[in-house]
């Protein structure tokens, strides 16, 4: 008995909520028609603008779509990075292989400054600590450890492109910026026929 006693005072209050809007409304209405209004403050005034709290969620602009990817040949060491030579090719981007992150990163951004993407940098392979920079490299087995970073990156190749910012994040959080290249150089570099 209790429960349909909530549910009718729950219908009660929404039936009189929606009744009393449609009484400001349809005074709106008469008093716009009633003051002599031109047509288009009369028509403003019958067809009010949409509420804006209710429309708060405005839609979300589509991901920028890239155009196949770039092979990047990324060049330098733990204080500045280069790219020396970059292909296009046709096949979508692979993204960042799941579950890997790195505080070593290329942010690229459109014109505006929008982030398009934020790759990932692989750089284990390298003595990337401050000690090993200039020192000779270490051999390990099989395994060459070189403080010079010489790598293979593939990036989406957003035809929107403006700048590849290169960074990394030390353990305190400091971003330590290493080298932009801008998104013309890139496609220079990928359009050269090398």
Known sequence: MQLSLLLGTGVLIAALGFSMRNDRTDLSRSQALATGLSDTDKTAAIDPAPDLARDATAPVPAPPIADGHYVLVVEGDRNGLN????????????????????????????????????????????????????????????????????????????????????????????????????????????????
């Open 83 to 194: 790219v020396s030579f970059a292909r296009k090719k046709a096949a979508r981007w692979g993204g960042v292989p799941k579950g890997f992150a790195s505080n070593w990163t290329v942010l690229i951004r459109d014109a505006a400054g929008q982030e398009l993407a934020n790759v990932p940098l692989d750089v284990g392979a390298f003595a990337t600590d401050a000690r090993s920079l200039g020192q000779p490299v270490r051999v390990q087995g099989c395994v060459i450890v070189d403080s010079k970073i010489g790598m293979l990156l593939n990036v989406p190749a957003f035809a929107t492109a403006a700048s590849y910012a290169f960074s990394r994040t030390e353990n305190d959080g400091v971003v330590v910026p290493l080298g932009t290249m801008t998104g013309d150089s890139i496609r220079d570099l990928a359009g050269g026929g090398r």
